[in-house]
């Protein structure tokens, strides 16, 4: 009888283990981006005027809406005859879709060809709706005549004005300073 007993407590086990449910693998939840883009070469144009062009290797586009922009992107910003007024590039970007903000990454250069002046610094902010830029970060800024290192800076989107914050030293008169 002990031996019967054992085989049924050993059969219904084996019982209710084979006929719980199987586990559901199409309940997995997709962690990676929305969508993927390569060779963007795109146009943002203000009353059928080219504005602004943006050039960049690819895109990721996340479910928050939020664009990652992992390699090297080029802006290029147009007056209102059509001709590049200033140019800036960056290591990557990063644009927030709630903020419609835009952050360049790493080694990011502005390049105003009109003055023929150029600002380096590690980080930058374009917030296109108010058509200015902005950066907290270190920023080093050549002219034709001077170089000045500041932190945080205050622009016209199209590098046109700006301002420093704050300068950490003072202004080095220099004559013929390369522009690149």
């Known amino acids: ?3 019967s007993s054992l085989l ?3 059969f219904l086990t084996s019982t209710i283990f084979s006929c719980r449910e199987k586990s559901d693998d199409s309940k997995a ?11 963007i070469d795109m146009v943002y144009s203000d009353s059928a005027r080219k504005v602004v062009r943006m050039v960049t290797e690819e895109q990721l586009t996340l479910a ?6 992992p ?10 005859t059509g001709k590049i007024t200033s ?3 960056g290591d990557s970007a990063h644009f927030y879709h709630q903020k419609n903000t835009y952050k360049l990454i790493g080694h990011v250069v502005i390049h105003n060809i009109e003055k023929g002046e ?19 970060k270190a920023v080093q800024l050549r002219t034709r005549t001077e170089l000045v290192n500041g932190v945080g800076l205050d622009a016209a989107q199209d590098f046109s004005s700006y301002s420093l914050r704050k300068v950490r030293n003072s202004v ?5 300073l390369p522009t690149n």
């Open 1 to 3: 009888m002990r031996n």
């Open 118 to 136: 150029i600002m380096k610094t590690d980080e930058f902010n374009w917030l296109p709706v108010e058509k200015r830029i902005f950066t907290d």
């Open 87 to 89: 140019e800036v590039r």
């Open 172 to 176: 080095v008169q220099v004559d013929g």
């Open 29 to 39: 939840v997709y962690v990676g981006p929305k969508s993927e883009l390569f060779g």
């Open 8 to 10: 049924f407590l050993l």
């Open 71 to 80: 390699k090297e992107m080029k802006l290029w910003f147009y007056d209102k």
């Open 64 to 69: 928050s809406e939020d664009r990652i922009y």
